[in-house]
């Protein structure tokens, strides 16, 4: 395959996953669901044909470690029929072929992707409030003294905010201060129409942490304990204890300790340590990770995040940063999530793969050391 042809396909690829995730995903068309999600199985498939037709270089070791754990992926895909583990494989290899573009390429696919879903959103958008759709999934109530959050008609704005927060966050990243700056002020507006508050309060932390980059590193240990809570929380809803505290934050999470506690309460304890249970896909992510797979599961994605301080460039590590933190009340691990996907493929173009030199239309071997 010639380097024109695959980035052809991957530019048809991106499109068509994300195209069938918007309507699945924000729209609820049930009728169509199934379609839908069949349409990103195919995707899926396709990006594999195109890792073994690269012409980029990927090193063994990193690839049997991406095949190992897209293994157990699909196992528990197969035993839970939980389309949390589809979600997690489904961004690594989006993150896996992003890599493959160098800078400027990627930057022009991330906005290109992000303009098409915008250009569909506004046009769906419209025709809602022309009442040109008729559909259950338009039909949302006000919450939190948002009273204009409904006006839109979408029954989970969060997913075109989540959208919204990366392109925003990329404007810095790509150095465009300027519109980085003016967008994150009319997000902020966008958000209290929206009644966003988790993307928000991450707009506000993106803007915060910009007279710290250069030190961010130094916050590692704070990170630490950040990401320790949600075992701490998880600890006490399943003693059972401190009643009063977790009522309180139920309270201020819109209900979400409800589902989790649930869940917690059923759960045994193999899959208290090692996952794999049965379990709906909850808003904070990070109970998604403890669910899927177990108390282990999550020490090694901590030990994993808090040694990447020590690869990850000061830029990288503002993008970690506005992602752990929206992890603790939104479900991120998604391929909706392009900022996630960025930063991903960042570190598997600098560790992973080696992009070839060659010219337009040449091919290169495919064996790696």
């Not at 690869?311 to 603790?328: A, D, G, R």
């Amino acid at each position: 395959m010639t380097k024109r042809h695959e980035t052809l396909l991957l530019y048809i690829i991106f499109m068509f996953m994300y195209i069938s995730n918007f309507f699945s995903y924000i729209l609820q068309f049930q009728e169509y669901k199934t379609a839908l999600i069949a349409i990103r199985f195919i995707c899926f498939f396709l990006s594999f044909f195109v890792l073994l037709k690269s012409t980029v270089l990927i090193k063994r070791s990193w690839l049997i470690k991406l095949l190992l754990f897209c293994s157990v992926c699909v196992l528990n895909l197969v035993l839970t029929q939980n389309l949390f583990y589809f979600d997690i494989m489904s961004v690594i290899i989006f993150s896996l072929l992003l890599s493959f573009f160098s800078k400027e390429p990627k930057e022009l696919v991330v906005f290109m992707l992000a303009g098409i879903i915008m250009a569909l959103f506004i046009f769906v958008s419209a025709l809602a409030l022309n009442g040109k759709i008729e559909s259950k999934s338009f039909e949302m109530a006000s919450s939190y003294g948002f009273s204009v959050k409904h006006s839109l008609g979408f029954l989970n704005p969060n997913i075109i905010s989540m959208l919204l927060l990366s392109i925003i966050t990329l404007l810095y990243v790509y150095k465009k201060s300027f519109l980085f700056f003016i967008s994150t002020i009319v997000f902020l507006a966008l958000s209290l129409w929206l009644g966003s508050r988790t993307y928000m309060l991450a707009s506000l932390l993106s803007l915060m942490m910009i007279p710290f980059i250069g030190k961010l590193y130094k916050f590692r240990f704070f990170v630490l304990l950040y990401l320790l809570l949600p075992l701490v929380l998880y600890g006490i809803l399943y003693t059972n204890k401190l009643t009063i505290i977790t009522d309180l934050l139920n309270y201020a999470l819109s209900g979400r300790l409800t589902l989790i506690s649930e869940y917690i309460s059923t759960t045994s304890h193999m899959g208290l340590l090692f996952g794999g249970i049965n379990f709906e896909k909850v808003d904070m992510a990070y109970f998604n990770l403890i669910f899927a797979f177990g108390v282990f599961g999550y020490l090694l994605f901590i030990f994993l995040v808090f040694t990447s301080f020590k690869k990850l460039n000061e830029i990288q590590l503002y993008m970690l940063f506005v992602i752990l933190f929206v992890m603790m009340f939104e479900n991120v691990i998604s391929f909706n999530c392009i900022l996630m996907a960025v930063l991903l493929s960042d570190i598997f173009a600098r560790y992973g793969i080696k992009l070839n030199v060659v010219t337009m239309g040449e091919k290169m071997p495919r064996s790696s050391s």
